[in-house]
């Protein structure tokens, strides 16, 4: 038997011999292929960078009203005695039509009234106008008579100093001369008094003219008929219903030209407005509100679509922009108008745009020059991935001017040529060799929607 000695020089003999073994197999074992690419290039795709003309928007939602609103409201009381059967709800009424009629016997019979007094008192003044020329004549007459009597009284005084007449017939001639004085006297005092009677009687004229304006205003307020196309809102009343004065009868909007008062906010208006030719900078630093009157809102394009169902529109005009801001919205009310708006109309497909429709408005105008535009998804954060000359990733620092749906305007960072990454790349390492494909309907697409936002 062999000694522990020999047996353990044995086991760590065999234990070299295996360590030995698998170093000189590892060292025979082939390496990797080498490969000239340090890394696989990543397939991506890419689009150049091409200024293009771009539509800027502004949009906003409101209720649609009637530019003419007509509420019809009794002036005079009395029984309704004729109504017209499409005076209803929802019914469209031609100018001129008849649509109530107040009984009106007491005020034709005020008329009545009335032009009866005036009569009198026209009568009256032609009477005050004759008795004045009569009385004129009657003065002259007087006027001479007395210079007779005068002329008498001095002869017969002559004749009396010669004691040629009794002193009787002296007392006589003084007695007719003074009733003849008297005469003259009180013809004088009636003639005085007709610029006063003549004044007296202007008025009783001027207040029955009054009184008779009045009776045929009255008489004109019994019957109602529509002064422009409309269409009844609401009717408060029925055939044979009394109503008295400041009644509300029924009310109804004009369908000629139809309003939607849309809120904008102000940062989404005051871009837009630079966008005008003449819009001086100064300008935009004053309140919004105030730019309609030193501009013209015509040049801005409009469109009106109904709420939830946007294939349903109407072309529209920027009317005016209304006073001061929304209280509780802090947005400007920019007001929309949309001539004949029943014109065209076929529901269910093309509804007329009537009171109290939600609807959303859209404002637009083309940027005065080119602009870089870019998906927004392609904006990570504040950077954008291109690939470089050398058809490697770079991640680019960009300042974006402001986005609309899907796109994003490029203010600075990026210029024409460059080519970008529309793909995610994950991770986004910089310097990563790719393999960029140009994707011309990609920017066909863009280019598309960049110019046909316009209404």
């Known amino acids: 038997m062999l000694s522990p000695r020999k047996n353990a020089l044995i086991i760590g003999l065999a234990l070299v011999a295996g360590i030995a073994f698998v170093v000189v197999m590892a060292n025979l074992r082939p390496g990797?292929?080498?490969?000239?690419?340090?890394?696989?290039?990543?397939s991506v795709r890419v689009m150049p960078i091409t200024p293009m003309p771009f539509r800027m928007e502004a949009r906003g939602y409101g209720n649609v009203r009637a530019a003419r609103r007509w509420q019809a409201v009794a002036r005079v009381g009395g029984r309704i005695t004729e109504r017209h059967p499409n005076l209803e709800s929802g019914n469209l009424i031609n100018e001129g039509t008849e649509l109530l009629r107040i009984d009106p016997t007491r005020y034709e019979l005020a008329v009545a009234s009335a032009e009866a007094d005036l009569a009198s008192a026209r009568s009256d003044k032609r009477q005050l106008e004759q008795k004045a020329a009569n009385t004129r004549l009657l003065l002259e007459l007087e006027k001479e008579r007395l210079a007779l009597a005068e002329r008498e009284l001095e002869r017969v005084r002559n004749l009396a100093e010669r004691d040629a007449v009794s002193r009787t017939r002296l007392d006589e001639q003084e007695r007719a001369t003074l009733q003849q004085r008297q005469a003259v006297q009180s013809l004088e005092n009636e003639l005085a008094l007709i610029p006063s009677q003549r004044d007296n009687l202007e008025a009783r004229?001027?207040?029955?003219?009054?009184?008779?304006?009045?009776?045929?205003q009255d008489l004109e307020d019994t019957?109602?008929?529509?002064?422009?196309?409309l269409r009844i809102h609401k009717a408060d009343v029925e055939q044979d219903e009394e109503v008295r004065p400041g009644q509300t009868l029924f009310t109804a909007d004009g369908i000629a030209t139809a309003e939607a008062v849309i809120q904008l906010p102000v940062a989404q208006l005051r871009r837009l407005m630079r966008q005008l030719p003449d819009m001086p900078a100064a300008e935009l630093k004053e309140p919004i509100a105030d730019l309609h009157r030193r501009i013209d809102l015509s040049r801005i394009d409009a469109q009106l679509s109904l709420a939830g169902d946007p294939d349903t529109t109407w072309d529209a005009s920027v009317t005016?922009?209304?006073?001061?801001?929304?209280?509780?919205?802090?947005?400007?009310?920019?007001v929309l108008s949309v001539e004949e708006p029943y014109r065209n109309a076929n529901p269910p497909e093309q509804p007329p745009?009537?009171?109290d429709m939600y609807v959303r408005g859209t404002l637009s105008l083309p940027t005065p020059d080119d602009v870089i535009v870019v998906p927004a998804a392609t904006i990570?954060?504040?950077?954008?991935?291109?690939?470089?000359?050398?058809?490697?990733?770079?991640?680019?620092?960009?300042?974006?001017a402001w986005s609309q749906d899907d796109l994003s305007v490029i203010r600075e960072g990026l210029s024409p040529g460059e080519r970008l990454v529309l793909d995610d790349l994950v991770p986004?390492?910089?310097?990563?060799?790719?393999?960029?494909?140009?994707?011309?309907?990609?920017l066909e697409t863009i280019r598309n929607q960049a110019r046909s936002a316009a209404p």
């Open 32 to 42: 990797p292929e080498e490969s000239d690419s340090v890394a696989e290039s990543r």
């Open 205 to 216: 004229i001027a207040r029955a003219e009054s009184a008779l304006g009045q009776a045929r």
């Open 223 to 229: 019957h109602f008929s529509a002064p422009f196309d």
């Open 320 to 334: 005016r922009v209304a006073s001061g801001l929304d209280p509780g919205t802090r947005t400007v009310q920019v």
């Open 353 to 355: 745009l009537v009171r």
């Open 380 to 400: 990570h954060g504040d950077r954008v991935y291109l690939a470089d000359d050398g058809d490697r990733l770079e991640r680019r620092r960009v300042s974006v």
């Open 428 to 442: 986004a390492i910089e310097g990563t060799r790719l393999s960029p494909g140009r994707d011309e309907e990609a």
